[in-house]
């Protein structure tokens, strides 16, 4: 947080994907504390050069160190820290922190989610014409959401934040249609599930994680009451 809001580098890995000195600073940390740790574990990161050496490893880490630095950079506070523990290719522990809001949200597989240590969950609506919907910032730039425009869209930076928000109750879904990796939605899987929802990757990507191509096609996350509503309305039924 001592970059936020203040002068640093950014630089661009590609077409609209910048990395900044604070993504680089808190992967490194990410990385010494976990594997420090635990010195046989697996590493799969947006900001660390992927070896395959993970695939052997029984446990792997799963981290974004900022997921949504164009808001970050932009100072809006709807950027997170993104961390899942895979073992044996299914998510165990999942923590999102939103260093902006102080939020944090953390599930352990089997019991529950919690924000800020109160136990939370998904919301109970059923009908997707008074969802709540959330959306990339991004991708409503795009106009990737025009064909949704009768629905209630809000827009908000970082799958890994509005993942947690589905989990903790705080809306009632989101769907992205773009390509995302293993790192963006790892750890907000699990609390989706654990707070009694369901997520859904799309494409041919198995439902596990840890395989040798993190990227699919796009992610679904919702309450059990909408999930059918939602795979009808984007087609994927």
């Known amino acids: 947080m001592r970059y936020y809001k203040e002068d640093y580098e950014v630089r661009e890995k590609g077409v609209g994907n910048p990395v900044t000195d604070a993504d680089v600073e808190a992967d490194g940390m990410l990385r010494e504390t976990l594997l420090g740790e635990c010195p046989e574990d697996g590493w799969l990161s947006e900001e660390t050069k992927d070896n395959a050496d993970r695939l052997s490893c029984r446990r792997v880490w799963i981290v974004d160190p900022i997921d949504g630095t164009k808001e970050f950079i932009k100072g809006v506070p709807q950027f997170a820290v993104s ?13 999102i922190f939103n260093p902006a809001r102080q939020e944090m949200y953390t599930a352990v597989r089997g019991q529950g989610v919690m924000l800020n240590g109160k136990k939370v969950g998904v919301t109970a609506c059923d009908s997707l014409a008074e969802a709540n919907i959330l959306a990339s910032r991004s991708e409503v730039a795009r106009g990737e959401f025009d064909r949704f425009k009768d629905y209630h869209i809000t827009p908000i930076g970082s799958i890994a934040y ?4 589905i989990g903790a109750g705080l809306a009632d879904l989101t769907f992205t249609l773009t390509p995302k990796n293993e790192w963006d939605f790892a750890a907000g899987s699990l609390l989706v599930t654990e707070g009694g929802g369901r997520v859904q990757v799309l494409g041919d ?26 795979m009808e309305l984007i087609g994927k039924a």
């Open 83 to 95: 961390i899942a523990l895979a073992v044996e290719g299914e998510i165990a522990l999942g923590v």
């Open 162 to 165: 509005k993942l947690a928000l």
């Open 205 to 230: 990507h198995p439902q596990t994680f840890n395989g040798p191509d993190p990227l699919v096609e796009g992610v679904v996350a919702t309450n059990r009451a909408l999930f059918g509503q939602v």
